[in-house]
């Protein structure tokens, strides 16, 4: 039976997030996500005269391709989908999350193959920098529950605040934002168990208002490689290669996480020392979108968090390039707002943002009251 926020949600991204053409290439790679979801897409691309390209996979395949990967195997596996991804125009990236510990227990070297020879490649190779792309969370009962709702409630949220977002009208606001960044010189960052400073100077600011996240509300720079000093603590839960990290805190050395502590601390290091950038900060986000107040540990809703900042260690975006290259790029989430301990941003000295709420001028329009 088709469901009519299928139809509105494949339309959004077709028509909006990648404004696909006639004549070219999208792929759409799912896992684990409904075949109705998979036709509306199909349907979206095809009225708008382009060409699918289909993908369907789930976390079990992933998991037995991680399980018995070598080198090799990575190797040729990689060396197939760039091949293909550089045929492409244009992709479309949909996730349905059923168990979030599914690779938990394969081994951080599995992981590390899979990161370094395959996702380095295929996605930060090619996929990120060479197509229009929106990647997005398809809902499940999994990520219901990790919201504290139940699967009714949890749709209807993820509906809300996936398209009923007036995206066009938060790009523009966002204007004011990205052209005060983009003059900026250095940001410092207080809260409980965080002080910190780093240069944002000569970088570009980007928005994010629908184009390549669904759900979408941020707006992101990057740290002069090299500035950044003092310790972050963040106040989010985040799964990473199967395991729940939490109470994270870095302490940084000249741009470098000389320190990382975690609820596992060996295993987040075993992450930052996958390569050298991963031990350096390759994002810096203010996260906006007016309806996700609440982190759920998933990336692509928490990182939007009202209130929020993300600070990302690896690998640095093309449109924001501060020169850091990794196979790792972990969005990790703090959120400013009074019932999480409060906080302060200031940018040259000014004060940006206040407890979660945006208080400069330059941003005021970006503070849910403004965007709903």
């Known amino acids: 039976m088709k469901d009519p926020r299928h139809e509105k949600l494949a339309k959004l991204l077709v028509e909006y997030s990648l404004e ?15 075949v109705q979801m998979v036709e509306a897409l199909v349907r979206a691309v095809y009225d708008a005269g382009a060409y699918p390209v289909v993908n ?23 060396e ?14 949909i996730r349905a999350e059923y168990n979030a ?15 370094t020879g395959y996702n380095g490649p295929v996605h930060f190779g090619v ?8 990647v997005l969370r398809y809902p499940t009962p999994t990520m219901a529950y990790l919201a504290g709702m139940s699967s009714v409630a949890f749709e209807d949220f993820y509906y809300r605040v996936s398209v009923e977002v007036d995206y066009p009208a938060m790009n523009k606001a966002m204007d004011r934002a990205v052209e005060h960044l983009e003059k900026a010189k250095r940001v410092n960052i207080t809260g409980p168990g965080t002080d910190l400073s780093f240069s944002i100077e000569g970088l570009p600011a980007v928005k994010c208002a629908g184009e390549m996240n669904i759900p979408d509300g941020e707006v992101y720079t990057c740290p002069v490689r090299e500035s950044v000093e003092g310790v972050i603590s963040y106040n989010t839960p985040s799964t990473e290669d199967g395991f729940t ?24 290091n075993e992450i930052l020392d996958t390569d050298e950038g991963a031990r350096y900060i390759g994002e810096f986000a203010l996260g906006c979108n007016p309806y996700i ?34 196979a790792v790029h972990w969005d990790l989430v703090c959120i400013q707002r009074p019932e999480w301990g409060g906080g302060e ?6 004060l940006i943002r206040k407890d979660g709420v945006f208080v400069h001028p330059a941003y005021e329009g970006l503070n849910p009251e403004k965007l709903r």
């Not at 510990?101 to 990161?115: F, T």
């Not at 109470?247 to 596992?264: C, D, S, W, Y």
């Open 345 to 350: 941003i200031r940018i040259d000295g000014e």
């Open 56 to 78: 369907l996979t789930s976390e079990r395949i992933q998991r037995a391709l991680a399980v018995g990967a070598t080198g090799e195997s990575i190797a040729a596996l990689a």
């Open 293 to 326: 107040d609440q982190p759920m540990d998933n990336t692509m809703f928490d990182e939007k968090i009202a209130g929020s900042f993300h600070f990302t260690p690896g690998n640095a975006y093309d449109d924001c390039d501060n020169g850091n290259k990794s």
């Open 101 to 115: 510990m599914e690779l938990g227990d394969i081994g951080s070297d599995k992981m590390e193959l899979y990161r």
């Open 20 to 34: 696909l053409k006639k004549g070219e290439k999208c792929l759409i790679q799912t896992l684990d996500v409904p």
């Open 80 to 93: 197939s989908e760039v091949d293909r991804m550089k045929k492409m125009d244009a992709y479309i990236g």
């Open 127 to 134: 996929r990120i920098p060479h197509t229009r792309w929106v």
């Open 245 to 268: 990290f939490r109470n994270i805190v870095f302490r940084f050395e000249k741009g470098k996480i000389v320190e990382a502590k975690a609820n596992n601390t060996k295993r987040i």
